[in-house]
Nanobody, 125 residues
Framework: QEDVVESGGGLVQPGGSLTLSCAAS????????MGWFRQAPGKEREGSSC????????WYIDSVKDRFALTRDNAKKSLYLQMNRLKPEDTAMYYC??????????????????WGQGTQVTVSS
């Protein structure tokens, strides 16, 4: 049984929308701020969004702000990312993981080892 399973990726045209889901085990989810990280071919992994453990506050990097919306359902141990007005530069493999928010960027929690296989998002006409 995997601790973290991401789903919902796919091929979408520019301007389109997708909703990513992340289902996690309790040990991988409970008490953590959780977020979405993405990695495009040839680029470093980038944190895109992060939400507090209670779900009361979320942070976004500038490039996705006002287009992405991050939510969580603690009862279901699930994380969701609604992505709107998608751009080709959003193309990447997306992973959910525990996160920390710093001014201007989002980083993974040190020693968090529950990374899943990711879900591919491709934005192309």
């Amino acid at each position: 049984q995997e601790d973290v399973v991401e789903s919902g990726g796919g091929l979408v045209q520019p301007g389109g929308s997708l909703t990513l889901s992340c289902a996690a085990s309790g040990s991988a989810f409970d008490g953590y701020a959780m977020g979405w990280f993405r990695q495009a071919p040839g680029k470093e992994r980038e944190g895109s969004s992060c939400i507090t453990s209670s779900g009361g506050r979320a942070w976004y990097i500038d490039s996705v702000k006002d287009r992405f919306a991050l939510t969580r359902d603690n009862a279901k141990k699930s994380l969701y990312l609604q992505m709107n007005r998608l751009k080709p530069e959003d193309t990447a493999m997306y992973y959910c993981a525990a996160c920390s928010s710093l001014p201007g960027y989002i980083i993974p929690v040190k020693d968090y080892h529950y990374w899943g296989q990711g879900t591919q998002v491709t934005v192309s006409s």
